[in-house]
């Protein structure tokens, strides 16, 4: 722009050396008036990549706060003893899980990375496969408290739901600064 208006003065002097002055002095000002724009831009620039941090990291922290709930109901329906226990846990689970599912996707769609879609795509997968074999795995096990072999196959199930629900938070959290000392509070 400076390039431009140098030119402009030039030309200007060339024709006539009265007009030449008089738009050196508006140019003057056009000069520094272009230098205030970019300021500016820049400064609104730094403040519309602030506020996209910020919301990604609101979005991050409801992802992490509906995983945690999930967590906290598979450790419920782990410790049911009878079926209307496990109804009531069961249904709120399924509550945490239509949440979960609902935030992975959009987090999914928002990653760049192809491995970490996959990754994310996959966790989804094994939830999403987990659940139907939570429910006839765990009302086996009630049925049949004494078998050794139920309670294995429903604990295995939990335990590939809790590394599905791990690899989600380990793909959320990465990349995030200072993700290794904040547990699930982001400093606002």
Known sequence: MS????SFIQIGAE????IGRAIERVCAG???AGAGMVSAARALLASVTRVLL???MVVV???LLAKDKVARSLDR???VSNFAEFVRAFTEFGGGMVELARLTAERRA???DERRRAQVAAARNVLERSTLMLLTSSKTCLRHPGSASARENRDTVFCQMRRAMD???YVVRDGLPGHEEQSHEVGF
Not at 3 to 6: A, F, G, R, T, W
Not at 15 to 18: G, I, L, Y
């Open 30 to 32: 056009a000069d520094g």
């Open 77 to 79: 329906l782990e410790s």
């Open 110 to 112: 928002d990653l760049r």
């Open 3 to 6: 390039i431009s208006v140098q």
């Open 54 to 56: 910020l919301a990604d």
């Open 167 to 169: 690899l989600i938070h």
């Open 61 to 63: 922290r409801q992802l």
């Open 15 to 18: 024709v006539d050396p009265n």
